[in-house]
């Protein structure tokens, strides 16, 4: 019996000292490795600051509950209202300005006081409503969010952001059947000429909005072992994405998609601008380039086939559309490239501040 719990505690000690030492390593790993972004935060939170918590739009955010967002380019501090927005608690009937998009909109890692939402609002002294989210939001998302849950607050201008592969990849239900397996998420699929039907998946992973935290949210808080694993995951994941594009040359979606990926991105657009007519509001609708699209369009003189299928359809359907591309190109490749972090592909907050410009000059600035 004695020689029992001797090796008992000596395999807790090998134990003990055996993760202790991956751990550390890990920990140096993560110092010394550029490529691992992500970092412990110190604090009891979940792994994610959205989830499929929405039933009809999928991704948002937990009601009146804050986040730390920590990465070696970034450490900031979400918080999110009584709706579930990253934003300040908002009165339904002042007339203010509608924010929609994805996680550029919701500011991925800025600073509120630096997002171009929170820019305007301070310079137009007119409430800005951020109703942006991250977790892969496209437009039938968006369109959704508005028509179910935004129109409601009194508005009289909407301003949607389209950031293009994004937007494209994350409306597609045959790619999000390969890519996000374990996701509740709605698609629009096209029947024939203006009959979509609306199918949601996987409706398993429709999630409640929890505020404990479990022992992988804990890992994760404070070990960096966690954040390693959670690093070559990401590797494996990147190459699966690569296999299911496979592509030889990377799709420019600025200038290539099909007929059926324009005409969900068109419809979800119609159903906006329907709903936004009967709010007695304008639709803004303003294409921000990533990196990835900058360069492949830099020597590209004319405009892209894309801001032209929507300037015709903007025109057909009463609503603007600007593409931020013409204006990036005014910008050498440094200086774009100082638009976003350099540990993540979001714009930071000097992107924000060319957004901010931009859009307050289309929407506020012309007579």
Request: hydrophobic share 30%; net charge positive.
């Given at each position: 019996?004695?020689?029992?719990?001797?090796?008992?505690?000596?395999?807790?000690?090998?134990?003990?000292?055996?993760?202790?030492?991956?751990?550390?390593?890990?920990?140096?790993?993560?110092?010394?490795?550029?490529?691992?972004?992500?970092?412990?935060?110190?604090?009891?939170?979940?792994?994610?600051?959205?989830?499929?918590?929405?039933?009809?739009?999928?991704?948002?955010?937990?009601?009146?509950?804050?986040?730390?967002?920590?990465?070696?380019?970034?450490?900031?501090?979400?918080?999110?209202?009584?709706?579930?927005?990253?934003?300040?608690?908002?009165?339904?009937?002042?007339?203010?300005?509608?924010?929609?998009?994805?996680?550029?909109?919701?500011?991925?890692?800025?600073?509120?006081?630096?997002?171009?939402?929170?820019?305007?609002?301070?310079?137009?002294?007119?409430?800005?409503?951020?109703?942006?989210?991250?977790?892969?939001?496209?437009?039938?998302?968006?369109?959704?969010?508005?028509?179910?849950?935004?129109?409601?607050?009194?508005?009289?201008?909407?301003?949607?952001?389209?950031?293009?592969?994004?937007?494209?990849?994350?409306?597609?239900?045959?790619?999000?059947?390969?890519?996000?397996?374990?996701?509740?998420?709605?698609?629009?699929?096209?029947?024939?000429?203006?009959?979509?039907?609306?199918?949601?998946?996987?409706?398993?992973?429709?999630?409640?909005?929890?505020?404990?935290?479990?022992?992988?949210?804990?890992?994760?808080?404070?070990?960096?072992?966690?954040?390693?694993?959670?690093?070559?995951?990401?590797?494996?994941?990147?190459?699966?994405?690569?296999?299911?594009?496979?592509?030889?040359?990377?799709?420019?979606?600025?200038?290539?998609?099909?007929?059926?990926?324009?005409?969900?991105?068109?419809?979800?657009?119609?159903?906006?601008?329907?709903?936004?007519?009967?709010?007695?509001?304008?639709l803004y609708v303003f294409l921000?380039?990533?990196?990835?699209?900058?360069?492949q369009n830099i020597n590209v003189?004319?405009?892209?086939?894309?801001?032209?299928?929507?300037?015709?359809?903007?025109?057909?359907?009463?609503?603007?559309?600007?593409?931020?591309?013409?204006?990036?190109?005014?910008?050498?490749?440094?200086?774009?490239?100082?638009?976003?972090?350099?540990?993540?592909?979001?714009?930071?907050?000097?992107?924000?501040?060319?957004?901010?410009?931009?859009?307050?000059?289309?929407?506020?600035?012309?007579?």
């Open positions: 019996m004695k020689n029992f719990r001797f090796y008992i505690k000596l395999l807790i000690i090998n134990g003990t000292l055996i993760i202790l030492l991956i751990e550390i390593f890990s920990y140096f790993f993560i110092i010394n490795n550029s490529d691992v972004t992500t970092r412990p935060v110190f604090i009891n939170q979940p792994r994610e600051h959205y989830g499929d918590y929405n039933e009809i739009f999928g991704a948002w955010h937990i009601k009146n509950s804050k986040f730390r967002h920590k990465k070696s380019c970034f450490d900031v501090d979400y918080s999110f209202n009584s709706f579930g927005a990253r934003d300040t608690y908002r009165d339904k009937d002042i007339v203010s300005t509608i924010v929609l998009g994805d996680s550029i909109v919701e500011g991925y890692g800025v600073d509120d006081n630096y997002r171009f939402s929170n820019l305007l609002e301070k310079r137009t002294k007119i409430p800005h409503l951020n109703f942006g989210t991250s977790g892969h939001f496209g437009s039938t998302q968006v369109e959704l969010l508005y028509s179910k849950f935004a129109s409601k607050f009194k508005h009289n201008k909407i301003i949607y952001i389209i950031t293009v592969t994004n937007d494209f990849e994350d409306d597609s239900y045959e790619y999000g059947k390969r890519i996000f397996k374990k996701r509740y998420r709605p698609y629009r699929i096209k029947k024939s000429d203006e009959n979509f039907i609306l199918r949601y998946f996987d409706t398993k992973y429709l999630k409640k909005e929890k505020r404990s935290v479990n022992f992988r949210d804990i890992l994760m808080n404070y070990t960096s072992t966690y954040h390693v694993l959670r690093y070559l995951y990401s590797v494996s994941l990147t190459k699966r994405i690569n296999s299911v594009k496979s592509n030889k040359k990377i799709k420019d979606y600025y200038n290539q998609y099909t007929e059926e990926e324009l005409d969900i991105l068109l419809y979800n657009l119609k159903k906006i601008a329907k709903y936004s007519k009967i709010n007695n509001s304008k921000f380039p990533s990196m990835k699209e900058y360069y003189t004319n405009q892209s086939k894309l801001y032209l299928d929507l300037k015709k359809h903007a025109v057909e359907n009463n609503y603007f559309v600007n593409d931020l591309l013409q204006n990036a190109k005014n910008l050498d490749k440094e200086n774009f490239k100082r638009l976003f972090f350099n540990c993540d592909n979001h714009p930071n907050k000097l992107g924000h501040n060319f957004i901010y410009k931009h859009i307050y000059d289309e929407v506020y600035g012309k007579k």
